[in-house]
């Protein structure tokens, strides 16, 4: 199922949007696996064995536009067995305090 996640970074003091931040985001697979990961079994019990390294699917990096915002297109995230459905994501910013709303 498509997915349209939309997030703003901003400066957790100020309220100002943080353009130009580093937004990177990745989750799994309809069967739990990882893209970019070496461990056999990735995912759980579910998926394909070995490793994914070559790889990079549903993984995705942008930077913020001017009004710290940033658009990713992907699919509905999959899970596996002891975690919920989630989304990754790490912000990156040159020595501000920033949060993913």
Known sequence: MPLVLELSVVNVHT??????AVVDIWHCDALGVYSHYTSAGVG???GMQGSTDATTFLRGVQLTDAQGKVT??????????GRVTHIHVKVQVASLPVCAC
């Open 15 to 20: 309220c100002e949007p943080v353009p130009d």
């Open 72 to 81: 990713f297109d992907s699919l509905y995230p999959g899970f596996y067995q």
């Open 44 to 46: 759980g019990t579910g």
